[in-house]
């Protein structure tokens, strides 16, 4: 027993030695990255401190040399919060996204930029493009798609009328929960609040287990949370940070029809981004309506071996019964085989526009 309790003070008092190291290296990142930030104000009084593709390589070095026994993407995650907590030494990063508070585009927002973030909601789409086209923000976080429900459209329309670039992208695993208040009536629950795509993740589930329930569509998931604070007789489907803001109890967790359902979001600024090593690029291309169009804009893309990851097509505003694609695909738009794709697209389409090269999701 003796032995055991000695081992166990020996442990505890390399933790603590440990502790002491992380706290001194933190501390010394932390001055590390203000001395930067005098070194660029110096050089620009309008430096830009948050650089996406810097953030992105950093994340790929710690992952791929990190041997456990965290894992390497909880590995990063921490390094996500020091970098974070460091930048915001600098100036801190203001980011207006989809709101209320509370939804899933908060979370993604706090995932790519960290916990120290000034995260600011908006009530519509659009307005995530105002704020950062104004400057009011530096960025925004606007959902694009889900692997359940497909494509958001909304996202992709204010892309056509919007001069601003995609700086970054990242995609957040999504779990819906069902969730009640501490006065409500779990065995009464006739109503049930949730945005509708949610409703849509989860209908096999509903209809398995609350088939007679009402089920009443709502702005957001954050403000079907809000509405069960109210009522006895109702409950909500909403993620971990509404049951949190609003202070709700899980009844039943991950009620989602698909293990693997997951929501991509991208972040946008007024700035093009340098190759990280590992990039996409989005663009918006209008073809001219003819035979043998869509087959133009494609052919490149192959005879290059550029690897495209979505194709979306949307109604033009210019014309009825004309179309526009939305295309995303690996590679950095200076890269010379992909220079050499968008060379031979803008000759072929009636207008070219490139959304945005950016880093790959890492997290």
Same mark, same amino acid.
């Given at each position: 027993m003796a032995d055991t309790s000695n081992n166990l003070d020996e442990l505890r008092q390399r933790i603590d030695q440990l502790d002491d190291d992380i706290l001194r290296l933190i501390s010394e990142r932390a001055s590390c990255a203000q001395?930067?930030?005098h070194l660029k104000l110096a050089q620009d009084k309008d430096a830009v401190f948050y650089?996406?593709?810097r953030e992105a390589q950093v994340l790929r070095r710690i992952m791929a040399l990190n041997e456990g026994p965290l894992d390497a993407e909880e590995m990063a995650r921490l390094f996500r919060e020091i970098m974070s907590a460091c930048?915001? *030494?600098? /100036?801190p990063i203001k980011v207006s996204y989809l709101g209320p508070e509370g939804t899933f585009t908060q979370q993604a927002a706090l995932k790519h930029f960290g916990e120290s973030a000034i995260s600011l909601p908006m009530a519509a789409i659009d307005e995530v493009f105002r704020e950062v086209e104004a400057g009011?923000?530096?960025?925004?976080?606007?959902?694009?798609?889900?692997?359940?429900?497909?494509?958001?459209n909304h996202t992709l329309d204010t892309f056509m009328d919007? $001069?601003?670039? @995609?700086?970054?992208?990242?995609?957040?695993?999504? +779990? +819906? +929960? *069902? *969730?009640?208040?501490? =006065? =409500?009536?779990? %065995? /009464?629950v006739s109503r049930i609040y949730s945005h509708p795509q949610s409703f849509a993740q989860c209908r096999k589930w509903l209809d398995a287990h609350y088939p007679h329930a009402e089920r009443v569509p709502v702005s957001s998931n954050a403000e079907a949370a809000k509405l069960v604070k109210t009522e006895w007789h109702s409950a909500a489907i909403a993620g971990d940070m509404a049951a949190k803001l609003y202070s709700l109890d +899980?009844?039943?967790?991950?009620?989602?029809?698909?293990? %693997?359902?997951s929501t991509r979001f991208l972040i946008i600024g007024n700035h093009d981004v340098p190759m990280?090593?590992? %990039?996409? =690029? $989005? @663009?918006?291309?209008?073809?001219?309506?003819?035979p043998g169009a869509l087959h133009d804009l494609l052919e490149p893309f192959h005879r290059h071996q550029i690897d495209m990851t979505r194709l979306e097509t949307r109604p033009s505003r210019t014309g009825?019964?004309?179309?526009?694609?939305? @295309? %995303?695909? /690996?590679g950095h738009r200076d890269e010379p085989r992909v220079t050499a794709v968008l060379e031979e697209v803008q000759l072929r389409a009636a207008e070219l526009r490139v959304l945005g090269s950016y880093p790959q999701g890492v997290l």
């Open positions: 001395k930067v930030a650089r996406p593709e930048l915001a *030494l600098e /100036k009011a923000v530096n960025y925004g976080v606007v959902p694009v798609e889900n692997s359940t429900e497909g494509v958001v919007s $001069s601003i670039r @995609i700086c970054g992208e990242v995609v957040l695993r999504i +779990h +819906h +929960h *069902l *969730l009640v208040s501490e =006065t =409500t009536r779990r %065995d /009464k +899980h009844v039943a967790e991950k009620i989602e029809d698909r293990p %693997d359902n990280s090593g590992e %990039d996409k =690029t $989005s @663009i918006v291309v209008a073809m001219r309506n003819q009825v019964w004309n179309y526009v694609f939305f @295309i %995303d695909f /690996k």
